[in-house]
């Protein structure tokens, strides 16, 4: 079945600093890939999303490629903010019309410190 | 104006007692899903119904049974509450839209955190 395997966490980094949190996943076709954020105490919310090889997804600084010859979709950011601190969740989605459903990996948890 | 509610957002309970978490849609979409967050943040999916038709069903135990009276709304009622139950319980919907291609961005609900005691 498919899976999505993240970086363990937590990742405590210095404001300013560059961020790499890693993604792989495994699939039986061909999937979407996504980031989710959850900010302490909300829900998810879709950070960005990428649907075919090659594509990068962007958003808020961070930014993903969808890799498809070595399975990874990797977020990254150039500059990361104390705002930045949250749950970031890697998800894929394969195609089923009418029967979708996102898998999630574990959750990284972010710590940003000023 | 709130894309995806649940109500209530925090439910404490005894266990064996039977609750009920409701969420409803206003962005007209055609799938809705629960998804249970543990405690160490873990996601996965329960159920998800396309207009009010049940298309997922995660190995959930049958204690748990999700309604969908119209598809704006999916409530998700749970018997005999148990210790294991405590979590976070996610709504989310999205479009199915098959002509546009293998394509699943879903909206998630604040969640609704639910402590058995």
């Known amino acids: 079945g498919d899976s999505v395997t993240q970086m363990e966490g937590p990742v405590t980094l210095s404001e300013e600093a560059f961020l790499t949190i890693n993604c792989t996943y495994t699939?039986?076709?061909?999937?979407?890939l996504f980031w989710y954020v959850q900010y302490p105490g909300e829900g998810l919310q879709l950070l960005l999303k990428?649907?075919?090889?090659?594509d990068k997804g962007s958003n808020k600084g961070f930014e993903a490629t969808y890799r498809k010859e070595t399975t990874s979709f990797h977020l990254e950011k150039g500059s990361v903010q104390v705002s930045d601190s949250a749950v970031y969740f890697c998800?894929?989605?394969?195609?089923?019309?009418?029967?979708?459903?996102?898998?999630f990996g574990t959750g990284t948890r972010l710590t940003i410190i000023p | 104006d709130t894309a995806v509610s649940q109500t209530p957002k925090y439910l404490v309970t005894q266990m064996g007692n039977d609750k009920s978490i409701k969420c409803e849609q206003n962005?007209?979409?055609?799938?809705m899903y629960w998804y249970k967050q543990d405690s160490k943040k873990f996601l996965k999916i329960m159920f998800s119904?396309?207009?009010?038709?049940?298309?997922i069903n995660e190995t959930v135990p049958n204690r748990f049974s999700p309604k969908s009276p119209d598809k704006a709304h999916l409530n998700l009622h749970i018997n005999s509450l148990e210790l294991g139950d405590s979590a976070v319980y996610f709504c989310?919907?999205?479009?199915?839209?098959?002509?546009?291609?293998?394509?699943?961005?879903?909206?998630f609900g604040p969640g609704t955190r639910l402590t058995v005691l």
């Open positions: 989310a919907s999205s479009q199915v839209v098959p002509k546009r291609g293998p394509y699943n961005e879903q909206f």
């Open positions: 962005l007209g979409h055609d799938t």
């Open positions: 998800a894929l989605s394969e195609p089923n019309f009418g029967n979708e459903k996102l898998t």
């Open positions: 699939a039986t076709g061909y999937p979407s």
């Open positions: 119904y396309n207009n009010k038709e049940l298309i």
């Open positions: 990428a649907t075919k090889a090659d």
